[in-house]
């Protein structure tokens, strides 16, 4: 008998270990919520060991029996490319099926997809089914869709500012964000943008759960561009939060560094920000540094590569030979050579890039 050590995803992580037979005629002893708990410890590597590929062949699985829980976690999995590839059409397909197996509040994920794909009379469809069901996600999307006019000749713009006005005032952190933005772009709510602000700010600092952290993660993008000494002490504060989701986490404490780093001092900090970050947001991070400072992102990749084996010589930021014939390489190793012929730092073939490395672990 072998020992798997499962952890059972909820609001807080719990850790259990299951017992499996190693012999072929054993029965399957895992529930199907242990299964299911299984998928995201490889996923996520709770375990000690992250296999996306496995996750995906065990959440399948899981789905493809008809277990509604599963199939929504499986339509994640392709819109994200978690051990697949990412594939928008087959992520509507399990959301569907998850949606006819009881899970109503999938129509929300549902339809953002499709607004996303451009089906957007398919999206308003389901957001208004979400919504009469009285899932207030739903009802906040809806809103700023209609709001910021994407569905097109159906968008009602006033009911999706009455709308936001509303949930902003009921202390809905998305909605306060949308609204705060929209007012410093000049637009008009009723609203005290000050005392929202205040409330925003107040709520990070004692919520240290998820609303804490969605108030913080507000406060982050209202603030972005601004980097007088309170903004920049508050931005601090707010990428700190223990409630903030790690891709925010990473894009501002990146976009923080720079806005308080020289050149030099910014590419060793992001370094060492990206070997901080999670597998799971490292790709989006390293996009990050692509954007802000071309130099900056040539210093990440060659410690990147050289993390997995290549050679690329002394870390300088700058792109040498060494780091081209690294590259080159690289590229021949993952059969991206297609992509790379473009030039390595273009904008799409640094994507493509970065994706095979986040799909590549370090080997030092």
Known sequence: MRRLALLALSILVLATVFAKEAMASSEQVLSEKERYALAESLRLGLAGTQDVVAAYQEMQALAQTGNARAQAKLAYYHLKGVGTVPDPDAAIEWYKQAIDGGREGVRTSLGKVLMRQGQTDAALEQLTLASAAGIEKAQVIRAIYHYEGKFGAKSDVEFGRAELT?????GDMTSMQVVLMAMNAGKTFDVDPVRMSEHMISTARNDDGKTGGQAAEGLLRLWRERTDKEALALRAEMVAHAGLRGRIRAEDRLLLAYDT????????????????????DYARAVLVVSRLDKNAFVHVLQEELRTRGYRVGKTTGIFNTRTLNAVVKFCADTNIQRDCRLGPLRSKVIKVIVGELAAMPPTL
């Open 261 to 280: 780093h020289d050149a030099r001092a910014f590419r060793k900090e992001a370094e060492q920000i990206i070997a901080q970050t999670a597998r799971s």
């Open 166 to 170: 509303r949930f902003a005032k009921a």
